[in-house]
């Protein structure tokens, strides 16, 4: 039996499926009946290799010195400028570095949570070392775009949130009244309403540590090592409720949170902007090892956006596996919760309206899949890739508890009465759209954790030159992304109720549209590239689109 040439634990240079680019690699195993190479990537992608696509890392330096040296003789400062030098630069050479940011593909996230995120990021790619592409990124205009990108963010988020806040409890929300007229200063800070805050996160975290629920390891790091997470984000929810309704029983008056609506709002962003101060204070202590691929440009600013380390944890208190679906997810229902009790107030109703009833209904059943799903988010680009900063502490804490319960903040003030016909409708467009949610979700998670499974045998599939294969039927076959089709439908049926009288009610779906445009667009030829001819025959075959999608 010949030796294997490369051993687990190595380090080696990886050619990209689909181009001639190599990056750095960490060999973990060797498959000898098929003779492939399982390698993990800087950025966390796993791929099976063959041995003709690996490279010995000092071996393969050496030539690309060697061609640098034979392309300009005599000018040793051309060799600073290689882009597999900067990974190790301090923040003196920020701009070789930031500039190296290249938008990549992602898996997107199935939670609402992570759509601000997708939106916002420019995730750096693993640094190019090519023997046959020239390096053509503009550092200095590259370093400008992206600095220039998180202010703009860090300054426009907020200024989003509090917008849409002020505008849609207006008695007249149209756009044509913009701007709307500011509350004095004083209004924004609450310090019960901070307290309020505090005691909500404190309450969750409680949940999140009793030793309740399975104990599910995470998805292999740089380092082989696989994290364990306490998932029993369904249990949180129900005892949730449970204290909710007894603290209703003894008179506490929900209604606090639609007439604080907007000092919640600016406490809950303090504490964001703390969490993420302190995620990047203590990430500059961080082992290497343990810093996010995206968030270690060298420049402040845009790795505190980013986020600097992958996984902060106190302890085994991960804190953001926490914030990604504790405190924002189950406190956007408590937030619709307390809207429809101040509809009733507010429009002296005996029970919430059937426009109210809906959005609580849909939404909450929305939360609750998440959580019963809550191991999924395991394998999704936010958990596995992507750095703890400010643009997800901002997005899990404030973004989605106070931009997706627009719906329910609006009817309280603004009623839309149904007719049976119009709810019977928004329910079947509902259902369906769940239907496939979860349907065409639940077919691509078990084809992830086994495509051998005799149950999946119907499927057809695209291999690839990265080992993996492309769904093309089922559900997958019909549309290529299906589940991003009943996400679709989903958030038609959270805007119906609300009606045509106004725009606001209809911002998520507007934004979510945008969005998936976007990705399309970007995903495409990201796609095109790294699966070269395969991608063609799956396009050829999978005519209709939503998004396209690596699976």
């Known amino acids: 039996m010949p030796a294997v040439k490369y051993q687990k634990g190595e380090k080696v240079m990886g050619r990209w499926p689909g181009s001639n680019l190599y990056y750095e690699v960490k060999v973990l195993s060797f498959d000898s009946m098929s003779q492939l190479y399982t390698v993990i990537y800087k950025d966390g992608t796993e791929l099976e290799l063959k041995e003709q696509d690996i490279k010995s890392a000092a071996g393969f330096q050496a030539r690309s010195r060697s061609r640098s040296r034979s392309r300009s003789p005599g000018r040793r400062r051309s060799r600073s400028r290689s882009p597999a030098r900067t990974t ?47 390096y053509k990124l503009k550092p200095l205009l ?150 996010a691929l995206g968030g270690n440009s060298g420049n402040v600013v845009y790795d505190f956006f980013k986020g600097h380390e992958l996984n902060p944890r106190i302890k085994d208190f991960d804190l953001k596996f926490f914030c990604e679906m504790r405190p924002g997810l189950i406190g956007w229902c408590l937030i619709n919760f307390a809207m429809a009790l101040a509809e009733m107030k507010q429009q002296n109703l005996e029970a919430p309206s059937n426009s109210m009833i809906l959005v609580n209904l849909f939404q909450l059943l ?50 839309n009465p149904l007719s049976f016909p119009a709810l019977t409708a928004i329910v079947i467009l509902k259902l369906v759209g769940f239907y496939i949610f979860r349907k065409s979700n639940s077919e691509k998670n078990a084809f992830r954790r086994n495509p051998s499974d005799p149950k999946l045998s119907y499927l057809k599939t695209i291999p690839t030159a990265t080992g993996k294969s492309l769904l093309v039927s089922g559900w997958w076959g019909v549309i290529r992304h299906p589940n991003y089709l009943g ?65």
């Not at 779906?509 to 995903?523: A, T």
């Open 142 to 291: 590259m370093c400008i775009f992206l600095l220039a990108g998180a202010y703009f963010w860090l300054l426009f988020l907020p200024a989003w949130v509090l917008f849409l806040i002020i505008q849609v409890n207006l008695e007249d929300p149209s756009l044509a009244n913009f701007p709307p007229p500011l509350p004095p200063l004083e209004a924004f800070l609450d310090a019960q309403a901070l307290a309020f805050v505090i005691l909500w996160i404190a309450f969750q975290a409680m949940l999140y540590i009793l030793p309740v629920g399975k104990l599910s390891e995470g998805m292999p790091l740089m380092s082989g090592e696989r994290l364990k997470y306490r998932t029993n984000g369904f249990f949180a929810i129900v005892v949730s409720a449970v204290v909710v309704a007894v603290a209703l029983h003894q008179g506490l008056d929900l209604t606090y949170i639609h007439s604080h609506f907007l000092q919640l709002a600016v406490a809950t962003f303090l504490i964001a902007t703390l969490l993420s101060v302190y995620l990047y204070v203590r990430s500059r202590y961080a082992p290497q090892e343990q810093l």
């Open 366 to 415: 929305y939360v609750v899949d998440g959580l019963w799903n809550e191991e999924a988010i395991l394998t999704t680009m936010d958990l596995m890739h992507d750095g703890f900063g400010f643009m997800l502490a901002f997005g899990d804490l404030v973004w989605v508890p106070f931009t997706y319960t627009m719906q329910a903040y609006y009817l309280v003030r603004h009623p």
């Open 88 to 134: 190790r630069r301090s923040s003196s050479r920020t701009a070789a570095a930031v500039a190296a940011a290249a938008i990549t593909d992602s898996v997107p996230s199935s939670r609402r949570e992570t759509r601000l995120k997708d939106t916002l990021e420019v995730r750096p790619s693993p640094l190019v070392i090519s023997t046959s592409h020239s």
């Open 487 to 551: 996400d679709l439908l989903m958030a038609l049926a959270w805007s119906l109720p609300c009606g045509f009288s106004h725009l606001l009610p209809w911002y998520y779906m507007i934004y979510f549209i945008i969005l998936l445009v976007h990705r399309d667009s970007r995903d495409m030829s990201e796609c095109r590239r790294k699966y070269g001819s395969a991608w063609d025959e799956y396009c050829r075959t999978v005519r209709y689109r939503i998004i396209p999608c690596v699976y």
